[in-house]
């Protein structure tokens, strides 16, 4: 089956286990200790691992909303 220039890429709804760091953007000793834990892990076949996309992206959210903080304000000389 040839794909089609305007057929829309879907983005999969499970981010398999190897591919889940690099989703939210850190290394795997940290996705292991940090967000794993609060996460289910769906098994794939024998040995496959992977985890829902749309349960990294609600735990990026609350993740940034207790540790994120607004851009810095920066005055310019004319401003004063």
């Known amino acids: 089956m040839t794909r089609s220039p305007r057929t829309p890429r879907l983005a999969p709804r499970l981010v398999r286990f190897r591919d889940a760091p690099y989703y939210i953007g850190m290394d795997r000793n940290r996705f292991n200790r940090e967000v794993r834990p609060f996460i289910t892990s769906i098994p794939i076949g024998r040995q496959g691992l992977a985890f829902d996309r749309l349960e990294l ?6 993740y940034k909303s207790r ?3 607004p851009a810095a304000r920066r005055r310019k000389p004319w401003d004063e």
Not at 57 to 62: K, L, M
């Open 57 to 62: 992206d609600a735990w990026v959210e609350d």
């Open 67 to 69: 540790n994120g903080r």
